[in-house]
Nanobody, 123 residues
Framework: EVQLQASGGGLVQAGGSLRLSCAASGFTSDDYAIGWFRQAPGKEREGVSCIMRSDGSTWYANSVKGRFTISSDNAKNTVYLQMNSLKPEDTAVYYC????????????????WGKGTLVTVSS
C-alpha cells in the first residue's frame, strides 16, 4: 500500500522559511513524480513543485520559482520542499502527492495523496 506522510507545516512570518517533508512508502517502481500541491481558503488546489523519482528532474510553479527548492533523499524515501522568502499568499494547506511519470502535475493526474499540512505566513 502506497503511503505519503507529510510533515513540517507551521506558522512563520513573511520572509521566513519552512521545510516540508514527505515520507513515501509502498512504491514498487520509480515511475512516479512526487511533490506538493497546495490549497488556500476559497481557491482551487494547485501544483507547487515535483521531482521525478527516476532521474531527479524537477518542476516548479511560476509563483514559487526562485523561492522554493524541492529535493529527495532516495535512501530515506523522503521528498523535501524548502520554502524560503515566504509570502502571506503562500498560506495554504500543502499536500504531498504522486503522479505517474510523463503526466502533468495536476490534481487530475494524482494517483496517491498524502494528508495535508498547514502553512501559515503572517504579514
Amino acid at each position: 500500500e502506497v503511503q505519503l506522510q507529510a510533515s513540517g507545516g507551521g506558522l512563520v512570518q513573511a520572509g521566513g522559511s519552512l521545510r516540508l517533508s514527505c515520507a513515501a512508502s509502498g512504491f514498487t517502481s520509480d515511475d512516479y513524480a512526487i511533490g506538493w500541491f497546495r490549497q488556500a481558503p476559497g481557491k482551487e488546489r494547485e501544483g507547487v513543485s515535483c521531482i521525478m523519482r527516476s532521474d531527479g528532474s524537477t518542476w516548479y510553479a511560476n509563483s514559487v520559482k526562485g523561492r522554493f527548492t524541492i529535493s529527495s533523499d532516495n535512501a530515506k524515501n523522503t521528498v523535501y520542499l524548502q520554502m524560503n522568502s515566504l509570502k502571506p499568499e503562500d498560506t495554504a494547506v500543502y499536500y504531498c502527492a504522486a503522479v505517474p511519470s510523463g503526466s502533468y502535475y495536476t490534481s487530475g493526474a494524482v494517483r496517491h495523496w498524502g494528508k495535508g499540512t498547514l502553512v501559515t505566513v503572517s504579514s
